[in-house]
């Protein structure tokens, strides 16, 4: 419980001190300075903060249904859906706005539902069912679709190809607080599913079998988690693009900091996954102000030392 306190304040105090920092310093009574502050800076740590705990959670439960370490949000092709419909919206200049939101995060959303869809539709198919032929009939459609994206891109113009390079490295760039309005309901909704089920998360960690012996309804209990997950998901992917590495580091952290239960990791996560894109997301935007470097390569640059220090620590 005191780790549990400890990391719950040092997760207000980055969301507190991020809008602050920058290249310029934000002084509050200056008039300029004061928008800059309520109209970019919090709403863009408010969003990012939603969008790593969305991230997070799904790390989060896919590792426990797949029971695998290296499984990611990204494991059911939301990451490659999202970025087809995305380079596809880039390719035809769909530049129209909906809702608030431009015509890119629209498509992108719809291709990432697109891609979870045809994943359940192939994971049905044949005689091995379950888990491992949903994780498999991912990795099928995460390479497929990855390709037509590879194949779009080679065909783009300069701009165009290089607009699509900038989604795919993930951006967090907000104005007003539209988009973390959208994806509040998402990312609350998912907590709240995963806290109610957090029993049935360490049940089905263990086994199937062992599961059912418990009571727990696997089916339909499965596919609330994997429907919701991949629905949050889908929405952050298309508004943020796919930034990698947060849902498969910061369950690990978690579970080094509060153990495996998922009664104390799931809190743990949504503070730790949020303000750990919002630290990351910082840091890019400010280590060469005023150019922005994408929040996905630090993110990944981040990730990729923490493995191999838990690679050695291992040995």
Same mark, same amino acid.
């Given at each position: ?7 719950? /304040?040092? +997760? ?13 310093? *934000?002084?509050?009574?200056? *008039?300029?300075? &004061? ?33 695998? %370490? ?25 530049? *129209? ?24 539709? /192939? ?13 498999? +009939?991912? $990795?099928?459609?995460?390479? &497929?679709?990855? &390709? ?8 783009? &113009? ?5 607009? *699509? ?19 509040? %309901? ?19 960690? $263990? ?12 089916? %339909? ?20 693009? %796919? ?43 400010? $280590? ?28």
């Amino acid at each position: 419980m005191k780790t549990m306190i400890l990391l719950i /304040l040092f +997760s207000l105090l980055i969301l507190c001190a991020a809008p602050f920092v920058g290249g310029v310093m *934000i002084d509050p009574t200056n *008039i300029t300075d &004061s928008d800059i502050l309520y109209s970019l800076r919090i709403p863009r740590v408010l969003t990012t903060f939603l969008v790593g705990v969305i991230l997070a959670l799904g790390g989060v439960v896919f590792q426990a249904l797949f029971r695998n %370490p290296l499984a990611t949000p990204f494991t059911l092709g939301v990451s490659s859906g999202a970025a087809l419909g995305a380079t596809v919206a880039l390719r035809l200049g769909l530049t *129209i706005s909906f809702l608030g939101l431009t015509m890119v995060s629209w498509v992108a959303f719809v291709g990432a539902l697109f891609a979870v869809g045809l994943v359940f539709l /192939l994971s049905k198919v044949g005689k091995q069912r379950g888990p491992s032929s949903m994780l498999l +009939s991912g $990795v099928a459609v995460n390479f &497929s679709l990855a &390709s037509l994206v590879m194949l779009i891109h080679y065909s783009s &113009s300069m701009s165009g190809s290089f607009n *699509i390079l900038r989604w795919m490295m993930g951006r967090t760039e907000v104005v007003g607080y539209s988009t973390a309005t959208l994806l509040l %309901p998402f990312a609350g909704l998912l907590a709240v599913i995963l806290i109610v089920l957090s029993r049935e998360l360490d049940l089905m960690t $263990v086994g199937d079998d062992f599961a059912i012996t418990r009571g727990v309804a696997l089916k %339909p209990v499965r596919n609330l988690m994997l429907v919701s997950v991949s629905l949050a998901t889908g929405i952050a992917v298309s508004l943020s693009g %796919p930034i990698g590495f947060v849902g498969l580091m910061a369950p690990h952290i978690c579970r080094l900091l509060v153990g495996s239960g998922h009664r104390m990791l799931i809190p743990a996560t949504i503070f730790f996954g949020g303000s750990f894109l919002v630290a990351c997301d910082t840091i890019a935007r400010t $280590v060469v102000a005023p150019t922005e470097i994408p929040v996905g390569v630090v993110t990944s640059l981040v990730g990729s030392v923490f493995f191999l220090w838990l690679l050695i620590k291992r040995d």
